[in-house]
C-alpha cells in the first residue's frame, strides 16, 4: 500500500540555524500539507500546496518557513534561523484531490537546542 | 472560526465498548475524520464519513454523525489493549486544503 515516507526521524538543530525537513508524497496524489505537533498539544496545520504553490497557510507560517517541490517526487518544509518554539513533530500529508482524504507520513521529530 | 472539541481521557476495560465523543463548529464540514496515534507514531487514518450520512461502520467502529448537534462520535466495540493509543477527531475546512484536529483523546485500555 503506498505511504507517505518523510526524513529524516528525528533532528536536533541549534537554535538559528537552518532545517529542512524532507517528504516524498503518495506518488498520484497533487495536494501536499505540513501539520506540526508541538508536544501534548493539538496537530496545528501550516500549509497546503497545489500546482506548485501555496494554496494555503496559517497563522504560524510565517516569513521563517518556506516550502518547496524540488522535483518530481519530493516536498520539503525549510525552517530558517530555527527557535527554541519550533521544537515539535512535522508531519507531512498528501492527498489526490482537496478534500479528499489526507495521508500522514510517520513525522520527524525536530528538537531545537 | 473553526474549532474541533474532544474530552481528554478515556479509560475502558478490554472487551467493552469504548465511545469516543467529538464536536465541531462548522455546519458546512463536508467531512470529519478519525485519525489514531499511537506512542511516538504518526497519525493513521482510522475512518471517515461523509456530512450526509448518519452513520457509517466498519468492522468493530462505528462512526455517529448528528449534524443538527454538530457531533460526532467514534464506538470501538471489543476494545483490545492494542487499541490504547490517543484519538483525533478532525475536519476539514470550508477551503477543503487544511484539517483542524481537536487536542485528541487518550484512551487507555486495561486488561
Known amino acids: 500500500e503506498p505511504e507517505v515516507t518523510q526524513t529524516p526521524s528525528h533532528q536536533v538543530t541549534q537554535m538559528g540555524q537552518e532545517v529542512i525537513l524532507r517528504c516524498v508524497p503518495i506518488?498520484?496524489?497533487?495536494?501536499f500539507y505540513w501539520y506540526r505537533q508541538i508536544l501534548g498539544q493539538k496537530v496545528e496545520f501550516l500549509v497546503s500546496?497545489?500546482?506548485?504553490?501555496?494554496?494555503?497557510k496559517s497563522e504560524i507560517f510565517d516569513d521563517q518557513f518556506s516550502v518547496e517541490r524540488p522535483d518530481g517526487s519530493n516536498f520539503t518544509l525549510k525552517i530558517r534561523s530555527t527557535k527554541l518554539e519550533d521544537s515539535a513533530m512535522y508531519f507531512c500529508?498528501?492527498?489526490?484531490?482537496?478534500?479528499?482524504?489526507?495521508?500522514f507520513g510517520p513525522g520527524t521529530r525536530l528538537l531545537v537546542l | 472560526g473553526e474549532d474541533v472539541e474532544q474530552s481528554l481521557f478515556l479509560s475502558v476495560r478490554e472487551g467493552d465498548s469504548s465511545v469516543i465523543n467529538c464536536t465541531y463548529t462548522?455546519?458546512?464540514?463536508?467531512?470529519l475524520y478519525w485519525y489514531k496515534q499511537e506512542p511516538g507514531a504518526g497519525l493513521q487514518l482510522l475512518t471517515y464519513?461523509?456530512?450526509?450520512?448518519d452513520m457509517k461502520q466498519d468492522q468493530r467502529l462505528t462512526v455517529l454523525l448528528n449534524k443538527k448537534d454538530k457531533h460526532l462520535s467514534l464506538r470501538i466495540a471489543d476494545t483490545q489493549t492494542g487499541d490504547s493509543a490517543i484519538y483525533f477527531c478532525?475536519?476539514?475546512?470550508?477551503?477543503?486544503?487544511?484539517?483542524?484536529f481537536g487536542k485528541g483523546t487518550t484512551l487507555s485500555v486495561s486488561s
Open positions: 462548522d455546519s458546512s464540514s463536508t467531512y
Open positions: 500529508a498528501s492527498s489526490s484531490r482537496g478534500f479528499e482524504t489526507q495521508y
Open positions: 500546496f497545489y500546482n506548485n504553490e501555496i494554496s494555503e
Open positions: 506518488s498520484n496524489h497533487l495536494y
Open positions: 464519513i461523509f456530512s450526509n450520512m
Open positions: 478532525a475536519e476539514i475546512n470550508q477551503a477543503g486544503t487544511a484539517l483542524i
